[in-house]
């Protein structure tokens, strides 16, 4: 079956680093989503993307952050310059079409300190 | 106001219960609704989407009130494997984005 990956599991960084975190969507699906969940709140929308653009973006979706597709099958998250407050669990998503099911990779542990 | 609302709980059921759980949402012209299930520190996992005229998976049946705006999910004859966070989730009316609750915590007791 099918499944969205991404690495690293675990990236442990330094306040003001820059991070990238990676994802490999499901391979015939054309949206990509990053959303971001802080350790016991809710799973937040960060950012969806389409025919290599950004569709949608949060308010937490700041400058510091950007999307990418550098290649035909990952798709990037990276953190400019990152803050404590950045430490969270980061899950790429894609899904077949736009408002259909969105399917989760198992996201990336980030921890800024 | 929050988009998407949902009482955390948590409901701890005994083996073989119903337990129903129900969710609001504030943008009327949200399009697509669905339920995810979440276990801990894991990603979450769609376990069905919500349709209009109301759907139902084996154990599992969802509701859609879109005049109340209102959804919800029952499950039936509660496994120990049930035990997660339930999350509703809404669209927006561009289907672009997911709004999720907070989810619903459910543990099932032996």
């Known amino acids: 079956e099918p499944e969205v990956t991404q690495t690293p599991s675990h990236q442990v960084t330094q306040m003001g680093q820059e991070v990238i975190l990676r994802c490999v969507p499901i391979?015939?699906?054309?949206?990509f989503y990053w959303y971001r969940q802080i350790l016991g709140q809710k799973v937040e929308f960060l950012v969806s993307?389409?025919?290599?653009?950004?569709?949608?973006k949060s308010e937490i979706f700041d400058d510091q952050f950007s999307v990418e597709r550098p290649d035909g099958s990952n798709f990037t998250l990276k953190i400019r310059s990152t803050k404590l407050e950045d430490s969270a669990m980061y899950f790429c998503?894609?899904?077949?079409?736009?408002?259909?099911?969105?399917?989760f990779g198992p996201g990336t542990r980030l921890t800024v300190l | 106001r929050k988009e998407v609302e949902q009482d955390p709980g948590p409901f701890n059921v005994p083996e073989g219960a119903t337990v129903a759980f129900n969710c609001t949402y504030s943008?009327?012209?949200?399009?697509?609704f669905f339920w995810y299930r979440q276990d801990c520190r894991k990603e979450p996992k769609l376990l069905m989407s919500?349709?209009?005229s109301g759907n139902e998976d084996g154990r599992f049946t969802a509701q859609l009130n879109r005049a109340s705006q209102y959804i919800s999910l029952l499950i039936r004859d509660s496994k120990l494997s049930d035990s997660a966070t339930y999350l509703c989730?809404?669209?927006?009316?561009?289907?672009?984005?997911?709004?999720f609750g907070t989810g619903t915590s459910l543990t099932v007791i032996p």
């Open positions: 943008n009327s012209a949200s399009q697509s």
């Open positions: 998503a894609s899904s077949e079409e736009s408002d259909n099911e969105q399917f």
């Open positions: 391979s015939n699906h054309l949206y």
């Open positions: 989730v809404v669209t927006t009316n561009t289907g672009n984005q997911f709004y």
């Open positions: 919500v349709y209009s």
């Open positions: 993307f389409y025919n290599n653009e950004i569709s949608e």
